[in-house]
């Protein structure tokens, strides 16, 4: 039986990284190792990076972006958006472009592109064409922490 969290959510940090996945597999047209799906994410300009995302994660020497992207990575295979027949080979599906096109679709209509953290405003705008930079976009939460312990 294949099980995704139920937590996965656009607005969650898994979500916003699978999407992301997704986006450069589209965007790459074709199978690519992982270390050139993050160079291609990086050289675009998507991942809105903070400082925490940067230190190496726990038991790896990569950093802890890395990290989740692949997991994001395992989820879209388990949900058989991302084919999973080779190790290090990371495609989009049929039903991953599908859901590609549904989340821009919910984000013209109904889905907040302002709640995505780890998106930047360039990464938004191509997910939502009417999306305009404001105060209202979501911090990255570690930030949110930052400016409320500042204020002490």
């Given at each position: 039986m294949k099980h995704v969290s139920k937590t996965i959510t656009y607005?969650?940090?898994?979500?916003?990284?699978?999407?992301l996945v997704l986006a450069a597999l589209w965007e790459l047209g074709s199978r690519n190792s992982k270390r050139e799906t993050i160079s291609f994410i990086n050289q675009s300009g998507w991942f809105d990076l903070s400082r925490n995302d940067l230190p190496a994660y726990v038991g790896s020497n990569e950093p802890k972006y890395h990290t989740l992207l692949a997991?994001?990575?395992?989820?879209?295979t388990i949900k058989e958006w991302i084919f999973d027949d080779d190790r290090d080979?990371?495609?989009?599906?049929?039903?991953?472009?599908r859901v590609l096109d549904k989340a821009k679709e919910?984000?013209?209509q109904e889905w907040e592109v302002l709640e995505c953290y780890l998106w930047t405003p360039k990464f938004k705008k191509m997910m939502d064409p009417s999306y305009t930079?404001?105060?209202?976009?979501?911090k990255h939460p570690e930030d949110e922490w930052e400016d409320l312990l500042g204020s002490f």
């Open positions: 607005t969650s940090r898994r979500g916003q990284e699978l999407i997991w994001a990575r395992k989820d879209g080979s990371w495609g989009i599906t049929r039903d991953g472009r919910n984000f013209a930079p404001s105060d209202a976009d979501r």
